[in-house]
């Protein structure tokens, strides 16, 4: 079976500190991968997504980089934190993009202070 | 501007009532919509999916009403149980446009259910 795992469960971080969040994907090969940003209390926004290794599209821009150095392995970062980052970040994968059906790991909850 | 809807913003039913939640959209490439269910603290959970072609897909208690012509969807859950207090979103997709694999997703919709 599949799973998902995201790293940290959760971060408090100051302003203008980097940050590193992570997603490894088991028991699928090749997973179209996505990272999601979802302020508290509200809807789901895609920032990234990636179809293969090396390859990363954005989606809006928020100060913020992805990585895909694995096939299994998805990475958000920035160098320097803004107090809008807080949120709840979310990785997710799919088999066949949009067209099938996206499945959300249990997310990293971010407090920028 | 929102092209994904969703309403009411808050429902309060009681328990074994069905609760009706409301989408409507603008693009008319959307042909696939996911309703994901998220409880706090926790990543959203595939809830139940159609597809344009269909206009109803049923799974248990949960059941997708789909009016084309409208842009319009429905969620119902009948029998709602307290367990299904949780926040629900739809969202959708295009099989042609220039971000694949982008789902554009509404606001949600707080359900409680009240026993």
């Known amino acids: 079976a599949q799973t998902i795992h995201q790293w940290p469960v959760a971060e408090i971080k100051a302003v203008g500190s980097p940050l590193s969040l992570g997603c490894t994907i088991k028991?699928?090969?090749?997973?179209?991968l996505y990272w999601y940003w979802q302020a508290t209390g509200g809807t789901l926004q895609q920032l990234f997504y990636?179809?293969?290794?090396?390859?990363v599209e954005s989606v809006v821009q928020l100060n913020l980089s992805a990585s895909r150095p694995k096939d299994d392995q998805f990475i958000l970062s920035t160098e320097k934190l803004l107090l809008s980052h807080s949120g709840f970040y979310l990785c997710?994968?799919?088999?066949?993009?949009?067209?099938?059906?996206?499945?959300f790991g249990p997310g990293t909850r971010l407090l920028v202070l | 501007q929102q092209q994904v809807r969703q309403s009411p913003q808050s429902l309060t039913v009681w328990e074994g009532e069905t609760a009706i939640l409301n989408c409507s959209y603008e693009?008319?490439?959307?042909?696939?919509f996911p309703w994901y269910q998220q409880f706090p603290g926790e990543g959203p959970a595939l809830l139940i999916a159609i597809r344009s072609v269909s206009d109803k897909k049923e799974d248990g208690r949960f059941t997708i009403f789909f009016n084309k012509r409208e842009k319009k969807l429905s969620l119902h859950i009948t029998d709602s149980q307290p367990g299904d207090s949780a926040t629900y979103f739809c969202?959708?997709?295009?099989?042609?446009?220039?971000?694949?694999?982008?789902?554009?997703f509404g606001h949600g919709t707080i359900l409680r259910v009240h026993p």
């Open positions: 990636s179809i293969t290794v090396g390859q």
């Open positions: 969202a959708a997709s295009a099989r042609t446009g220039a971000n694949t694999g982008k789902l554009t």
């Open positions: 028991g699928k090969s090749s997973p179209n």
């Open positions: 997710a994968w799919s088999l066949l993009g949009g067209r099938d059906t996206q499945y």
């Open positions: 693009n008319s490439a959307f042909d696939y």
